[in-house]
């Protein structure tokens, strides 16, 4: 029991460095980090219309749903295998994980709950199936060249929300407004080294 608790504690722990590393990506100095920086004027070139905001959806589940809207669909929906909540309430009593997959294409799928409203989604694409440079120009041409780059990954940012895209083939939808509110609660938590979860999802 004390062995799965730890291996519990571990897992959120490397999430909670992922999530908060993103502070680091929109922090005041990033632009100095960078390969890459569109100028003002490629900006305003290929700056999307109205009609092509960024999206907050998967299908039928989009960011700023609430936690019991999500559990009433999720078991309903047949374009997704639902693999079941990921059990961190021991340590994170605001946050909720729950993994599904769709394959072949998407071999796990993260809806990650802040204080009970869906705030991030994690897609980890199959190399075999989705092409990270396929993806990639698909989502130039229907949003316009990405605002930010570097040589781990592609950024989109509109109003509202943040796509992030990483050469790993890893894509995140994430709400600004839970950026927002998790950079006033862990202040000190960019600084911890950075590691990848992307194998500890595979043990549940």
């Known amino acids: 029991m004390m062995k799965k608790n730890n291996k519990i504690f571990v897992i959120i722990f490397l999430l909670i ?3 908060f590393s993103l502070k680091e990506i929109f922090s005041e100095d990033f632009p100095n980090k960078i390969i890459y920086y569109q100028n003002n ?5 290929n700056q999307k219309s109205e009609e092509n905001k960024l999206p907050r959806n998967y299908k039928d589940f989009y960011l700023g749903m609430k936690l019991t809207d999500f559990i009433n669909l999720i078991e309903k929906v047949d374009y997704l295998l639902y693999e079941g909540k990921i059990d961190v309430s021991l340590y994170e009593v605001d946050k909720n994980l729950f993994k599904a997959s769709v394959p072949p294409y998407i071999r ?5 709950f802040y204080k ?5 989604f994690t897609f980890y694409y ?10 990639y120009k698909s989502l130039c041409e229907k949003y316009g060249n990405p605002n930010q780059m570097d040589s781990e990954r592609f950024i989109w940012e509109d109003e509202s929300t943040i796509i992030i895209l990483e050469r ?3 894509l995140k939808v994430i709400d ?17 080294i950075k590691i990848s979860m992307d194998q ?3 043990n549940f």
């Open 41 to 45: 004027q490629e900006n305003k070139n």
């Open 116 to 120: 009970e409203i869906l705030s991030l």
């Open 168 to 170: 790993t083939n890893i």
């Open 126 to 135: 199959d190399n075999k199936y989705v092409n990270f440079f396929s993806r």
């Open 108 to 112: 796990k799928l993260i809806f990650f």
């Open 200 to 202: 500890a999802f595979d």
């Open 176 to 192: 600004k407004n839970f950026i927002n509110n998790i950079q006033n609660e862990y202040k000190n938590i960019e600084n911890l």
């Open 17 to 19: 460095l992922q999530i």
